[in-house]
Structures are given as structure tokens and as C-alpha cells.
């Protein structure tokens, strides 16, 4: 793992400004929206958002990302507030990173992507995803090799492995290549191993909670297992996949909790995460789960619709799982966060949405709070009925009248 943090997780938080575009693609709705995520992010990784620029230009400036008449601005603004870091909400090139750096001098200067890479590096518990995350983060900075790359002086055999006459530059690229090429051998015999695991559990049915970060997953996950599964309002409070073994009815199978999905993923992640996305491309039904409460929750299930396609799994029988029906509320003026719903209200939110179009989107749409446990049954009656029918494709002969006997062992739970 990269030594040094590109956002401090220590108890004094990092002061940190956020920079949007407004755009022909990109509205002024859309960019606060973005903006307000950026700093959900930010929060995430530790940093506190002390003040936002945006900018309406047509497109993002190939040297400086803004304008210069902007760049000045944010440049006067940090004289009188001083900051540790400024985090832009797109992805910079490594030429506007260099002028970026050079502009803003000892403030910290990080995108999107690298914000996202900083906080799976944070999150990553099992040895497989901090050398996933370490590997994306290297592949992902490679091209970018500037002052952001002091910190591999102080890793082992770093500088000092520098030949006579040879440049820094030279040296950090050869020992970035080095340590892709390291981490790509260990993760591929961690693919091997893990796609032994997923053989011998293939004797069951397999169902993935796929779904946008903080929407609920393992919430969910702990409601149908009855498990702790570690879960926080925060994005990507879970990175590892869990796998637990369920029984609804007399049928069991193996419910997993995957890694959530986000706008702008970097698609290093994606490359990195090869295995951790297997547990999605090799399950037999997907349950999207969907955060109804948040205001912008159909490009959420759009960005989940395209990674899913993007990673070859667009074609699974799917659950359309709306979460946090609790918090719900599409009456209320000052937002749909800003209240709880009261009991009446799930009433009349439930029976509203179940006639709304959002029942007509897939064939099966189920309303719940994995929290408050409402309409859980509904969602294992739809998983049973799923699951039997895969169930029955694994095993023709099986008599449901009788309760399965399976030898276990082997499988990983």
C-alpha cells in the first residue's frame, strides 16, 4: 500500500476546497449535485469542505482544468484561507496536474478518481483488496509522476536504487513498473484461489447485492442473513465481498455483498477489482438495491445499469430492491432527506410507489427498509420464487417437499 495518505485519516481533518465544471453536458443542477457527492466523498476520506468553485465553460481547459481568470481567483482565495488540499470533480491529465501543482504550490492537488482511490485504500481490509487497490492506485498515478511521488523515497529500495547518471523520474517509473508487475503475479494466484472457492460453492445458487455506494447493501445483507456485516453512512463503507449461506424456505443458497459502484469510477478500479466483480459476473440472479430517498436515484440506477453491462453481467435476472423507504418522502418541500416518514406515510408512500412506474421497470420490484425490517417478507417470497427456479436448473430431480441434504463442507461462508 502507498505509505503516505493523499487525504490525512488523522483526528485533525484537512481543510479541502472543491472545483466543478458547469458544461454543455453539465448543468447547474448537475454540478452542485456532483459537488455535494465530492464532498460526501471527502468527508469520507477524513477531509472537511470549506468552500466550492464552479465554472460555466463549454469545456474544461486543457492546461488548468478552469480559466485563468478562475485559477486567479482560487489562487487570492487561499492566500486568506490557507487549505491542505483542492480536489477537482473530473479527472485531470497529467499536464494539468503538473500546471495545477505548479499553480497552488504546497496545496495538495487530487481529482476525483484519485479522491475515490485514496478511500478504497482506506477501506480495504483483506490482503486481495489492498493489493487490488494498491495496484489501481499505482497504474492509476503511473502517468502522473511529479511531486505527488516524493513519498517512494522513503519506501524500501526507493531512490536509493537510482544507477549513476540516472534521473529521479527514471527511477520512480522503474520502480512503478516493478511494483505493477509484482502486485499483478500475487493477485493472480489470489484469482486462482479464489476461483477454486467460487467452484466449490457452485453447487448452489448464487445471489449478488449489486447497487450505487451507500444505498443499503449491508444493511440488507445483515437484515436477510442475520449477520453483522460492517455498514456505515458513508460511500464505500464495504470494499471485501461477504458471502453468506442462506435458507429461505427449505432451499439454501449464497447471498453476497459486493462492493457498490459510483459515477466517474475509475477504471483502474474496475481492472483491479477483477476478482471482487467475478462474484457479480458468476451470480445466478442480481439484486439491485436502490436508495428511493436520494434525489437523484434513477441516474443511479442508470450508472449501475451501465458498469453492470460494462462487466459483462447486464443479462442477469434482476431484483429491483427500492431501500429506505422510511426515509421517503416526495411530499416535502425542503427535501426529501429532511424528514422521517411517519407510520400513515410508509402506508401511503408504499401503496403510491407500488402504482407508480417505477413497479412497470423490471418484473420484479419490491419497496422495503432494510433498517426498519419493512417488507422484508415480500423481498424473500420474490427471492424464493428466483431462487427455486435456479434452484431446479442445478438440480431437476430435486422433491421440494423435502428438505435438501447437502454435504457442506468446503463451501465458504
Same mark, same amino acid.
Given at each position: 500500500?502507498?505509505?503516505?495518505?493523499?487525504? $490525512?485519516?488523522? #483526528?485533525? @481533518?484537512?481543510?479541502?476546497?472543491?472545483?466543478?465544471?458547469?458544461?454543455?453536458?453539465?448543468?447547474?443542477?448537475?454540478?452542485?449535485?456532483?459537488?455535494?457527492?465530492?464532498?460526501?466523498?471527502? #468527508?469520507? *476520506?477524513?477531509?472537511?469542505?470549506? @468552500?466550492?468553485?464552479?465554472?460555466?465553460?463549454?469545456?474544461?481547459?486543457?492546461?488548468?482544468?478552469?480559466?485563468?481568470? @478562475?485559477?486567479?481567483?482560487?489562487?487570492?482565495?487561499?492566500?486568506?484561507?490557507?487549505?491542505?488540499?483542492?480536489?477537482?470533480?473530473?479527472?485531470?491529465?497529467?499536464?494539468?496536474?503538473?500546471?495545477?501543482?505548479?499553480?497552488?504550490?504546497?496545496?495538495? &492537488?487530487?481529482?476525483? $478518481?484519485?479522491?475515490? !482511490?485514496?478511500?478504497?485504500?482506506?477501506?480495504?481490509?483483506?490482503?486481495?483488496?489492498?493489493?487490488?487497490?494498491?495496484?489501481? +492506485?499505482? +497504474?492509476?498515478?503511473?502517468?502522473?509522476?511529479?511531486?505527488?511521488?516524493?513519498?517512494?523515497?522513503?519506501?524500501?529500495?526507493?531512490?536509493?536504487?537510482?544507477?549513476?547518471?540516472?534521473?529521479?523520474?527514471?527511477?520512480?517509473?522503474?520502480?512503478?513498473?516493478?511494483?505493477?508487475?509484482?502486485? #499483478?503475479?500475487?493477485?493472480?494466484?489470489?484469482?486462482?484461489?479464489?476461483?477454486?472457492?467460487?467452484?466449490?460453492? $457452485?453447487?448452489?445458487?448464487? &445471489?449478488?447485492?449489486?447497487?450505487?455506494?451507500?444505498?443499503?447493501?449491508?444493511?440488507?445483507?445483515?437484515?436477510?442473513?442475520?449477520?453483522?456485516?460492517?455498514?456505515?453512512?458513508?460511500?464505500?463503507?464495504?470494499?471485501?465481498?461477504?458471502?453468506?449461506?442462506?435458507?429461505?424456505?427449505?432451499?439454501?443458497?449464497?447471498?453476497?455483498?459486493?462492493?457498490?459502484?459510483?459515477?466517474?469510477?475509475?477504471?483502474? !478500479?474496475?481492472?483491479?477489482?477483477?476478482?471482487?466483480? /467475478?462474484?457479480?459476473?458468476?451470480?445466478?440472479?442480481?439484486?439491485?438495491? &436502490?436508495?428511493? *430517498?436520494?434525489?437523484?436515484?434513477?441516474?443511479?440506477?442508470?450508472?449501475?445499469? @451501465?458498469?453492470?453491462?460494462?462487466?459483462?453481467?447486464?443479462?442477469?435476472?434482476?431484483?429491483?430492491?427500492?431501500?429506505?423507504? /422510511? $426515509?421517503?418522502?416526495?411530499?416535502?418541500?425542503?427535501?426529501? /432527506?429532511?424528514?422521517?416518514?411517519?407510520?400513515?406515510?410508509?402506508?401511503?408512500?408504499?401503496?403510491?410507489?407500488?402504482?407508480?412506474?417505477?413497479?412497470?421497470?423490471?418484473?420484479?420490484?419490491?419497496?422495503?427498509?432494510?433498517?426498519?425490517?419493512?417488507?422484508?417478507?415480500?423481498?424473500?417470497?420474490?427471492?424464493?420464487?428466483?431462487?427455486?427456479?435456479?434452484?431446479?436448473?442445478?438440480?431437476?430431480?430435486?422433491?421440494?417437499?423435502?428438505?435438501?441434504?447437502?454435504?457442506?463442507?468446503?463451501?465458504?461462508?
Amino acid at each position: 500500500m502507498l505509505n503516505t495518505p493523499l487525504i $490525512s485519516t488523522a #483526528k485533525k @481533518k484537512e481543510k479541502t476546497i472543491l472545483v466543478g465544471l458547469i458544461t454543455l453536458n453539465q448543468n447547474v443542477e448537475k454540478t452542485r449535485e456532483y459537488l455535494d457527492e465530492l464532498e460526501f466523498l471527502a #468527508k469520507t *476520506a477524513g477531509a472537511e469542505t470549506i @468552500k466550492k468553485f464552479t465554472q460555466r465553460l463549454n469545456y474544461a481547459d486543457q492546461k488548468t482544468f478552469v480559466g485563468k481568470g @478562475k485559477l486567479e481567483e482560487i489562487q487570492t482565495w487561499i492566500l486568506d484561507n490557507p487549505v491542505d488540499s483542492i480536489i477537482f470533480d473530473d479527472d485531470l491529465s497529467p499536464s494539468q496536474v503538473r500546471n495545477l501543482e505548479n499553480a497552488f504550490k504546497e496545496t495538495k &492537488v487530487l481529482d476525483r $478518481s484519485l479522491l475515490i !482511490l485514496n478511500i478504497f485504500s482506506q477501506r480495504a481490509k483483506t490482503d486481495q483488496a489492498k493489493r487490488q487497490v494498491e495496484l489501481a +492506485q499505482y +497504474q492509476y498515478l503511473f502517468p502522473r509522476l511529479t511531486r505527488m511521488w516524493s513519498h517512494l523515497s522513503r519506501q524500501k529500495g526507493g531512490i536509493g536504487m537510482r544507477g549513476p547518471g540516472e534521473k529521479e523520474l527514471e527511477t520512480d517509473k522503474r520502480i512503478v513498473q516493478d511494483r505493477i508487475a509484482f502486485l #499483478k503475479k500475487k493477485l493472480e494466484g489470489i484469482d486462482k484461489q479464489s476461483m477454486v472457492r467460487r467452484k466449490e460453492r $457452485s453447487r448452489l445458487v448464487r &445471489v449478488a447485492l449489486v447497487g450505487y455506494t451507500n444505498v443499503g447493501k449491508s444493511t440488507l445483507m445483515n437484515t436477510l442473513a442475520k449477520v453483522d456485516v460492517f455498514a456505515e453512512n458513508k460511500l464505500f463503507a464495504t470494499i471485501d465481498s461477504t458471502v453468506r449461506k442462506l435458507t429461505i424456505g427449505n432451499i439454501p443458497f449464497l447471498l453476497t455483498d459486493t462492493v457498490g459502484f459510483i459515477r466517474k469510477l475509475p477504471t483502474t !478500479l474496475i481492472e483491479s477489482f477483477k476478482s471482487t466483480l /467475478d462474484e457479480i459476473r458468476e451470480a445466478d440472479i442480481l439484486v439491485h438495491v &436502490v436508495d428511493i *430517498a436520494h434525489k437523484a436515484f434513477e441516474e443511479q440506477i442508470e450508472v449501475v445499469i @451501465k458498469t453492470l453491462a460494462e462487466i459483462g453481467a447486464g443479462d442477469k435476472p434482476m431484483v429491483l430492491v427500492f431501500n429506505k423507504l /422510511d $426515509s421517503y418522502q416526495p411530499e416535502s418541500e425542503e427535501g426529501l /432527506d429532511d424528514h422521517l416518514a411517519t407510520e400513515e406515510d410508509l402506508e401511503k408512500n408504499l401503496e403510491r410507489l407500488k402504482n407508480s412506474y417505477l413497479n412497470d421497470n423490471t418484473a420484479n420490484v419490491v419497496f422495503i427498509s432494510a433498517e426498519k425490517k419493512i417488507n422484508i417478507e415480500e423481498l424473500r417470497n420474490v427471492l424464493l420464487k428466483l431462487v427455486t427456479e435456479k434452484h431446479f436448473d442445478i438440480y431437476p430431480n430435486w422433491d421440494p417437499t423435502q428438505n435438501p441434504m447437502y454435504d457442506w463442507q468446503g463451501v465458504q461462508q
